[in-house]
T-cell receptor, first 116, second 111 residues
């Protein structure tokens, strides 16, 4: 079946512009995660959605970052007034449950964001 | 806070065994994971181990867990060029949905 998809795969933007990154999780997966991957760094957690519960936004680095998940499925990560330090690969993952026991996360291919 | 550490690079000859090491700090970890990221792709779960186990083997992969030293390793036997990737270690506490990730070890295969 279809895995997690993300679009666009690459995005080049100018400093100060807003960008929207999209994630389509695996159908039926209730949990959705956004991560940021910078060169030589581990995965930086950004935000977590679980069903209809309020999202865990504790990883968002500034108020320029926001995310939505509509209808418990597709999610959009928005970065306003982009800065050069926002350049990274943004990864989305989904999982079939919320945690507790073993909880495999299924990752999309990522969106590579370059801010000039 | 919790931390997971890995070396950034490992270089091995094709056909040799690769051993990728990881240390973590969270004593409440229940699951420990190895994910593989091939160039231009997302991460894919390779294997995982529950904290009450000390070894797990799956074909060419062997995971060793030393819970006392909080040390996890991944051994890949007969390393092939297709094993070239970045390998991420991650740990999870039972009560937490989040994974704590290492920075990833890039495995380089020499002919």
């Amino acid at each position: 079946g279809a895995g997690v998809s993300q679009s666009p795969s690459n995005k080049v933007t100018e400093k100060g512009k807003d960008v929207e990154l999209r994630c389509d999780p695996i159908s039926g997966h209730t949990a959705l995660y956004w991560y940021r991957q910078s060169l030589g760094q581990g995965l930086e957690f950004l935000i977590y959605f679980q069903g209809n519960s309020a999202p865990d936004k504790s990883g968002l680095p500034s108020d320029r970052f926001s995310a939505e998940r509509t209808g418990g499925s597709v999610s959009t990560l928005t970065i306003q007034r982009t800065q050069q330090e926002d350049s990274a690969v943004y990864l989305c993952a989904s999982s079939p449950n919320s945690g507790g026991a073993h909880n495999e996360q299924f990752f999309g291919p990522g969106t590579r964001l370059t801010v000039l | 806070g919790e931390d997971v550490e890995q070396s950034l690079f490992l270089s091995v000859r094709e056909g040799d065994s690769s051993v990728i090491n990881c240390t973590y700090t969270d004593s409440s970890s229940t699951y420990l994971y190895w994910y593989k990221q091939e160039p231009g792709a997302g991460l894919q779960l390779l294997t995982y181990i529950f904290s009450n186990m000390d070894m797990k083997q799956d074909q060419r992969l062997t995971v060793l867990l030393n819970k006392k030293d909080k040390h996890l390793s991944l051994r890949i036997a007969d390393t092939q060029t297709g094993d070239s990737a970045i390998y991420f270690c991650a740990e999870k506490a039972d009560s937490n949905y989040q994974l704590i990730w290492g920075a990833g070890t890039k495995l380089i295969i020499k002919p």
